[in-house]
């Protein structure tokens, strides 16, 4: 059993329609693995982006469904690396 963190930028786009906002999301992730590969539930995250600048800049933003969409973002960027260094099947998922 080895336990693992990293550290990863993801990107969201946010697309307004008059203008596109490349949100950089920096994420830190901790796993288990075990005989090489992921043990079930043992992933956790934790998201940090610049909130405070989209808030100012985009007041009227509807905040929840952004949150949904940045963690879809971090789940598909995760699993996709999880993927790449064989912890996760094609078919599976974080």
């Not at 901790?30 to 992921?38: H, Y």
């Not at 043992?42 to 949150?67: A, C, G, I, R």
Request: proline share 3%.
């Amino acid at each position: 059993m080895v336990w693992i963190v990293e550290k990863k930028v993801f990107y969201y786009i946010l697309d307004l329609g008059f203008e596109r906002v490349k949100i950089p999301l920096r994420v830190k992730f901790e796993f288990d693995v075990q005989d090489g590969k992921l043990v079930d539930n043992s992933l956790t995250w934790q998201v940090l982006y610049n909130k405070k600048m989209l808030q100012d800049h985009f007041p009227k933003l509807q905040w929840e469904q952004l949150e949904e969409a940045i963690d879809k973002t971090v789940q598909k960027g995760i699993g996709a690396y999880l993927q790449q260094c064989g912890y996760l099947n094609a078919n599976e998922g974080p």
